[in-house]
């Protein structure tokens, strides 16, 4: 799999800022596993339940918190806080973004940082509504064809290639789906609509983000604004940076 951090974000404090964190907290939960102790207070200004790593995010931030109370330095929290976050999550494609920064690729306990970015700018449409990770799943068939494998597996390469040569006119494709997107896109038609409008609008690609129903959206810089201003209303429009530095200290 592959992940990508955008800048949005969750932050996690030992000294009295945000909201008290519950013994139940997912921020707090990863905390406490990685070691921390004492209360902890959380803020974000990153949408939960809309499939752009709220989780991973928050509880990247209680892991590496831990860390660097333990006497870690920054560079040593990241890389012990990232286990943790991604035996909670189940998965590291949230996890290893959050933690690190920048673009990753996950074969299982795996993760790898991609020496390249996203080309062009990135838009995220935001609808109103959530869809918790757990019932999106639900939707999906616990087993898929050979070619539908086989699709996916070649769109997986061809992304790769566009992201090291910076190849906007290879996104379109590279971004095509036959496992997930198709059963989630069903139950979300507000985010078929999404995506349908941005390619319409001359985006150079879109895709469901995570598990929906949130749309990630490429587009060259002339056409931002069009493609922007054209996305369905029931939703916020996110202008956004690939984030390369991941959990930080923030004073």
């Known amino acids: 799999m592959l992940g990508v951090a955008l800048s949005r974000y969750a932050w996690v404090s030992d000294a009295g800022e945000g909201e008290p964190c519950g013994p139940d907290h997912i921020a707090r939960i990863a905390y406490e596993r990685a070691g921390g102790s004492g209360p902890v207070w959380f803020g974000f200004d990153l949408e939960p339940g809309r499939g752009l790593g709220f ?26 806080a990232y286990p943790v976050v991604a035996a909670i999550e189940g998965h590291g494609d949230n996890a290893a973004p959050s933690v690190f920064g920048g673009v990753h690729v996950i074969a299982g306990d795996l993760c790898h940082r991609l020496a390249a970015t996203m080309p062009g700018r990135v838009l995220c449409w935001v609808p109103d ?63 078929r609509l999404a995506i349908e409008a941005a ?38 429009v996110l202008h956004l940076d690939v984030d390369t530095t991941g959990s930080v200290v923030v004073d």
């Open 55 to 80: 989780s991973g995010a928050a509880r990247a931030a209680g892991a590496v918190l831990a860390e660097l109370q333990q006497g870690a330095d920054l560079a040593e929290a990241q890389r012990r």
């Open 129 to 191: 509504m959530e869809t918790p990770t757990d019932e999106s799943r639900l939707a999906l068939e616990p087993m898929v064809s050979r070619a539908d494998a086989v699709f996916n597996l070649g769109r997986l390469g061809l992304l790769v290639a566009a992201l090291y040569e910076g190849d906007m006119s290879l996104l379109r494709r590279a971004t095509e789906d036959r496992l997930h997107q198709p059963p989630r896109l069903d139950r979300c038609p507000a985010s």
């Open 199 to 236: 390619l319409d609008l001359g985006a150079a690609a879109a895709w469901l983000s995570g598990s929906g129903p949130a749309v990630a959206v490429v587009v060259d810089a002339e056409h931002v604004d069009r493609v922007a201003s054209g996305l369905p209303v029931n939703g916020k």
